[in-house]
């Protein structure tokens, strides 16, 4: 039962251009998002996250969207840069469990 | 280096053999868990753990799997008599553990990868 999806596998934008990376759950008892960079043959690597009680959060080029009601998340990266080429994972939590999505592969192109 | 240490990076092991992954967590972090990523999936949640206690296996196979976590050295997880379908990257993450039940940033570590020949 995959409570955390990432519906598109793998997303190409071009350098300059907004990356727009998207996460769906189901279970409403989560309290706190987290979205993880993962390169290859390395460990994720944590980049930005929200609590329930917010709808959005900022950190330099990366903002994270919470709209509980439609129980969609979403990483908007501006402007995306060759550097951010990896996968992205998105991770929902309720108490220390994580329940991770299965990750969108973002390539993004000179 | 203050992140979350595994090892070793690379495991070959046969079938049957017993393998040993290793995690130190981040300096002054109390909280274990660990991960498993199968090929083109994500990750999936094991076990948690604290000093000396398993908090949650939930997601830990019933049969040859078994972790710790004791008072001095690392958090091990152990995998007895592996198969080929346990070839995957284990990760494992900490956090401060400010409480239980409550959410907090997790740090991983690079992971192990197994390959069960």
């Known amino acids: 039962d995959q409570q955390v999806k990432q519906n598109s596998p793998s997303l190409s934008v071009q350098e300059g251009r907004i990356s727009i990376l998207n996460c769906d759950y189901t279970n409403s008892m989560f309290d706190y998002f987290l979205w993880y960079k993962k390169y290859p043959a390395e460990g994720p690597t944590f980049l930005i996250s929200?609590?329930?009680?917010?709808d959005k959060n900022e950190d330099g080029r990366f903002t994270v969207f919470l709209n509980k009601s439609a129980k969609h998340l979403s990483l908007h990266i501006v402007p995306s840069q060759p550097g951010d080429s990896a996968v992205y994972f998105c991770a929902a939590s309720t108490g220390n469990q994580f329940y991770f999505g299965t990750g969108t592969s973002l390539t993004v192109i000179p | 280096n203050a992140g979350v240490m595994q090892n070793p990076r690379h495991l070959v092991r046969r079938r049957g053999q017993e393998a040993r992954l290793r995690c130190s967590p981040m300096k002054g972090h109390s909280h274990v868990y660990w991960y498993r990523q199968l090929p083109e999936e994500g990750l999936k949640f094991m076990v948690y753990?604290?000093?000396?206690?398993?908090?949650?296996e939930s997601g830990m196979p019933k049969e040859r799997f078994s972790a710790e976590f004791p008072k001095e050295g690392p958090s091990i997880l152990r995998i007895q008599q592996v198969v080929r379908g346990d070839s995957a990257a284990y990760f494992c993450?900490?956090?401060?553990?400010?409480?239980?039940?409550?959410?907090?940033?997790?740090?991983f570590g690079p992971g192990t990868r197994l390959l069960v020949l």
């Open positions: 993450a900490s956090s401060p553990g400010v409480g239980a039940g409550v959410s907090e940033t997790q740090y």
């Open positions: 929200i609590s329930s009680i917010k």
């Open positions: 753990l604290q000093k000396e206690n398993i908090i949650d």
